[in-house]
């Protein structure tokens, strides 16, 4: 959500991660990680943080089983997501810089 104080987290994707429950399953670590994916840049150290989640879907021969560091890496992750920061917006006072690139099929534009 975007206003004047900056960017944050929306009320109810919180309320949805507060009740989200442990994945017993493959499918749903990646229905999870894929949802924390699209709010990690509120989330420092989002990489290291769900590495143990990861490791378990690494390996398709073998049996998913949640274990307890992947369990501790999900209630943290679940933490921070909850108390993301708010993201400031830029100011007047600061450096910014607009790169820019274009083909015949797409634009794209970064504010750096």
């Given amino acids: ?11 109810e994707a919180v309320e949805t991660v507060l009740t989200w429950k442990a994945p017993r399953t493959d499918t749903k670590l990646m229905s999870f990680l894929g949802f924390a994916k699209y709010y ?18 690494r390996n398709k ?8 560091e992947a ?12 108390e993301a920061p708010v993201l400031g ?15 015949v099929l797409a634009i794209s534009g970064i504010l750096l």
């Avoid at 959500?1 to 009320?11: E, I, K, Y």
């Fill in 1 to 11: 959500m975007v206003d004047r104080h900056g960017v944050r987290s929306d009320p």
């Fill in 40 to 57: 990690r840049e509120f989330i420092k150290g989002y990489a290291d943080k769900v590495y143990p989640m990861q490791k378990l879907m």
């Fill in 61 to 68: 021969r073998k049996k998913f089983e949640w274990n307890e």
């Fill in 71 to 82: 369990h501790a890496a999900f209630e943290n992750l679940k933490r921070e997501l909850c």
């Fill in 89 to 103: 917006m830029p100011t007047e006072k600061c450096m910014c810089f607009l790169d820019t690139d274009a083909s």
